[in-house]
Nanobody, 129 residues
Framework: QVQLTESGGGWVQPGGSLSLSCAAS????????MGWFRQAPGKERKFVGV????????YDDGSVKGRFINTRDFAKNTVSLQMRRLEPEDTAVYYC??????????????????????WGQGTQVTVSS
């Protein structure tokens, strides 16, 4: 059984930075794709970024590209999402997800939350002044 635990959320002023971490337990996720999604109040869960089983990365082409960076530490079985120049619109619960699908960075399936198997409990990120 795979368990994912996010950490690092909190409050930050607009323009600030936060780094989220997702720790995996129960299985070595070296061959898994690891993704980040976020869900604002009253809205659907949306794709933020993915790091594939082979290390390729892709991000939402909208507002996060160029501001968020997704990395993974195979030795620690963790992934991190570094978020910069945060905006109030980034306020949401951020979720980590995992899947053993062998997506490539140019695939579209990872953008659909229903294609992911394992989820963390989420961590709140609030951006406000």
């Amino acid at each position: 059984q795979v368990q994912l635990t996010e950490s690092g959320g909190g409050w930050v002023q607009p323009g600030g930075s936060l780094s989220l971490s997702c720790a995996a337990s129960g299985r070595d996720l070296g061959g898994y794709a690891m993704g980040w999604f976020r869900q604002a109040p009253g809205k659907e869960r949306k794709f933020v970024g993915v790091i594939t089983w082979s290390g390729g990365t892709s991000y939402d082409d909208g507002s996060v590209k160029g501001r968020f960076i997704n990395t993974r530490d195979f030795a620690k079985n963790t992934v991190s999402l570094q978020m910069r120049r945060l905006e109030p619109e980034d306020t949401a619960v951020y979720y980590c997800a995992a899947s053993d699908s062998k997506w490539r960075s140019f695939d579209a399936q990872y953008r659909d939350s229903t294609n992911w198997v394992y989820w963390g409990q989420g961590t709140q990120v609030t951006v406000s002044s």
